[in-house]
């Protein structure tokens, strides 16, 4: 990240920062520096006689771990208690995969080297993988794994090094800046009020980042280098949606932020008041609102937000940090959790892995793609390997007894396809029935709209389908052809393209054709700049992330379809970029 300061630079010397911002408003305060020192790990070879105490050693780190976390559990406070017992039970999950245990034991048995650093041999190979990932919401899990692997470290080194175990634990109205922020450190700070916190890692999507949104405070995350130019005492002005940290601003900086601050107060409050209300057109047209989710504990942030219920549960997180695909058993456990903890309709997307997406416990052979985003994967994986595919389906199944169950399939390209998926449906139904298991027969079957063909040929889907969901991020990407986290070409990443438009409205008119809901469940649902434009399409689905949901529910009770469908069908029937911006300006005015 830029900065415009100086390492060794003059006490009051005034700066300013940019990173990720998250979190909710403006914050204005004293920075506290949390120090913490770097583990040194150290590396050493061990006698073959001395083997099999080291693997008992790393195994009794692991569960110290888990143990630690048991109890950090026991003393969260009651106030923003469900939030973070999410991101606790997230990383008690990845401690408790006997992966973590077995790949770390492996390693110091080949090379016989001490538990410190087989696990952190191990921890490199996990984050390679998570950076090879091109999905941002996977990828980002990287920064849980350091935290869990730091906290595994930390056992075996005999070493604390949570926000909880520095001394002055009073963080009245401070800034908190540290290098990331662990679930124990978060207990501390909701014991106490504190105006924002600054973090070295995380990113918008990370752990540290779904904390600050649940304590709607705001925060600056993936600022690398913070600790260094920050020293304690000094004045900070924390924009949690501009990613800026002002250090040490002068006397009109801190007027017109103190103005703004109050401005965005008033605006929080005005969000929380809509917690309860109708997602409901000022001429009376209703919208259903509902979350997108990827681990069984993020369900929790999905019911705080009162949701309609799951647009879109990402099921690839199960097979992540394992050498094994989860049996049908483990992923039953998980879905029904999610059902049960939801208590509304849960959309489970069945597997997105392959060619891009590549993770260990889904990999199925060692084919490298040319062009890996038109390769194996998805729908296509999943009917070339029924031994992946077929015990998900079996756990949805069994899992429908639980709550109110939907399962959608992505990438859908041909119709072949869904006539293999309805034949393998039945085949699983009528084992699950032969073998005494209870399941709903009657599960809704829906399919993702994220390729040109598929939207082209809606009509055709929704005849066969009881929902469509369009997945905006790889539609856009698939029809402009380019890569959106390419640097070179991610500017023409252009959602109000013409051509997109017009997709999206062909697959909404044709799920209005068959009877059938149409829903869209990528980012383009969760950004204000967008909820007009396409209620007036004709969309009354939609899917985000939670802590988007009073934002964009706010937008549709602003909002007049009956004036706005004439601006977007001429939006509909342009290809000049200024009259599309001066349209866009008009229906968002």
Known sequence: MTALAKENREDGLVFTLHGNGVGAGIAIGIARIIHRPGQEIP?????????????????????????ALETIKKQMPAEGADEVKAILEAHLLMLQDPMLSQESSSIIRAQSINAETALQQHADNLEKMFNDIDDPYLSSKSADVAQIINRIQGELLDEQGSLTAQPEGKFDDQIIVANDLTPADTIELIKHRIGAFITNLGGPISHTAILARSMKIPAIVGLHGAIRYLRSGDLLIIDGKRGVVLVN??????????????????????????????????????????????????????????????????????????ETMPSEEEQYEMYSRVLQQSTRPVTIRTLDLGADKQVDGGR????????????????????????????????VYRASM??????????????????QLFVLLDEVQQELTSQGYDFDPDIPIGGMVEVPAAAIAADLFADKLDFLSIGTNDLIQY??????????????????????????????????????????CGEMAGDIEYTRVLLGMGLRDFSMDPSALLEVKRQIRLTDTAKIEPKVNRLLKTADQKVIKQLISEING
Do not use: W
């Open 364 to 395: 199925v052979g060692d084919t490298i793609t040319t062009n890996p985003a038109l390769g194996r994967r998805a729908i296509r994986l999943c009917l070339h390997d029924l031994s992946l595919f077929k015990p998900q389906l079996r756990a």
């Open 249 to 322: 601003p002068d006397e009109a900086a801190l007027i017109t932020y103190h103005r703004r601050r109050e401005k965005i107060a008033r605006r929080i409050q005005e969000m929380d008041s809509l917690l309860n209300a109708a997602a409901e057109t000022l001429d009376g047209v209703s919208v259903s609102l509902n979350a997108n989710i990827g681990l069984p504990e993020e369900i929790l942030e999905s019911v705080a937000q009162n949701a309609a219920g799951v647009g879109l549960y990402r099921t690839e997180f199960l097979y992540m940090n394992r």
């Open 43 to 67: 590396k050493y070879n061990i006698e073959p006689e001395q083997i099999d105490q080291e693997v008992e050693r790393l195994t009794d780190g692991i569960e110290s771990a888990i143990q």
């Open 402 to 419: 639980h709550g109110e169950t939907r399962l959608m399939i992505p990438m859908m390209s041909n119709i072949d396809e869904l006539e």
């Open 479 to 520: 029809t402009l052809a380019i890569d959106r986290i390419d640097d070179e070409v991610n500017y023409l990443y252009n959602p109000l393209h013409p051509s997109i438009l017009r997709l999206i409205k062909m697959t909404i008119d044709a799920g209005k054709a068959a009877n059938i809901p149409v829903s869209m």
